[in-house]
């Protein structure tokens, strides 16, 4: 039997580019969109080959028995109250969803824990987890590693659909960084810091509480570990082409006995909902085993089961540009 995946949000800005990179990639599954007025959906479902549900996330259950039996579930919108969470892992289907928080995730960690019968990943990270990824890769090259500092640039005219948008109402707020090897609470406009990009010119970039900071703490054992967003022009737009999203990562250690510093860049020049929908792929082809075997079931994280180096690659065959720089 195919692999049957439900996109929810499946039209959405982000859903939407989920769907089609999961076409881009070949792999036989049947899709299925779902959201609240599947008449917004045709015209996308025609062009993937997808089928349409209503599925309303405050009342899921109808839905999720109209779309049949599922292998997966991407929550590509809004489940503010694990409702939807909550029937997925119930119907017996594995789970991806994109917008928890260090300071959201508690309830949908426990929930995933205790009820699932297949994998439920949690991508609270930023980009559905290509930044950890990337990190994790470039991490390799150290034998100790002391710092990490992570920094977004976003552009103003790289869009976002509305799930981005009320996201983006915890973005100044109080955020979660690790500072000499231990978690600080920080208001994120007090501890803005400036950061240089490839463009050399330097922006000003705020802490957020994504879990790319402590699952680079856990992973890396580093004392300090960061994640900053700041908006200005990308290199894209310096080039005079789309907007670009771009991710700086600088990571200081050592090796062989020598301190060293790396700097790494990723730049998605598809802009910001592109990399997300491409850290979802990474995550449904682990997820599901299209990769290899099956994780067991239950509460997972992209950093605890996919390789970094695989996803680098991954991802540079869809054109993101990842490299150091000097």
Avoid at 231 to 239: C, F, P, V, W, Y
């Amino acid at each position: 039997m195919r692999t049957r995946i439900l996109i929810a949000g499946g039209w959405g800005l982000v859903g939407s580019r989920i769907g089609k990179v999961l076409r881009e990639a070949e792999h036989d599954v049947d899709l299925v969109l779902g959201g609240r007025n599947p008449d917004t959906g045709k015209v996308l479902a025609a062009n993937l080959g997808a089928s349409l549900v209503r599925l309303d996330v405050d009342a899921p259950l109808e839905g999720l028995a109209a779309a049949g039996p599922v292998d997966l579930v991407i929550a590509a919108l809004q489940d503010p109250d694990d409702t939807l969470l909550a029937a997925t892992l119930h119907s017996g289907a594995g789970y991806i969803g994109i917008t928890r928080t260090v300071d959201n995730m508690a309830s949908s960690a426990i929930i995933a824990a205790n009820c699932a019968q297949r994998p439920a990943m949690i991508l609270g990270h930023w980009q559905a987890g290509v930044l950890t990824l990337a990190a994790l890769s470039a991490a390799r090259r150290f034998d100790t590693v002391d710092r990490v500092e992570m920094a977004a640039l976003y552009d103003y005219d790289d869009p976002i659909g509305p799930m981005t948008e009320a996201d983006a109402t915890g973005f100044v707020g109080e955020a979660l960084i690790r500072q000499n090897g231990r978690w600080q609470k920080v208001l994120a406009p007090d501890a803005a810091r400036s950061v240089r990009s490839a463009g050399q010119a330097s922006f000003d970039a705020m802490p957020m509480g994504v879990l790319d900071t402590p699952a680079l703490t856990a992973k890396t054992g580093a004392r300090d570990v960061r994640f900053d967003l700041g908006s200005g022009d990308s290199l894209g737009t310096i080039a005079g082409r789309a907007a670009s999203h771009d991710l700086y990562i600088d990571i200081t250690g050592s090796r062989a006995g020598t301190p060293v510093h790396d700097r790494t860049l990723v730049s998605d020049p598809l802009g910001q909902a592109h990399l997300t929908a491409l850290g979802v792929l990474i995550g449904a082809e682990r997820l599901l085993g299209l990769d290899g075997d099956r994780p067991p079931e239950g509460l997972i994280f992209p950093e605890s089961i996919i390789d970094p180096d695989r996803a680098v690659a991954r991802l540079r065959n869809f054109g993101v540009q990842i490299e150091p720089l000097s």
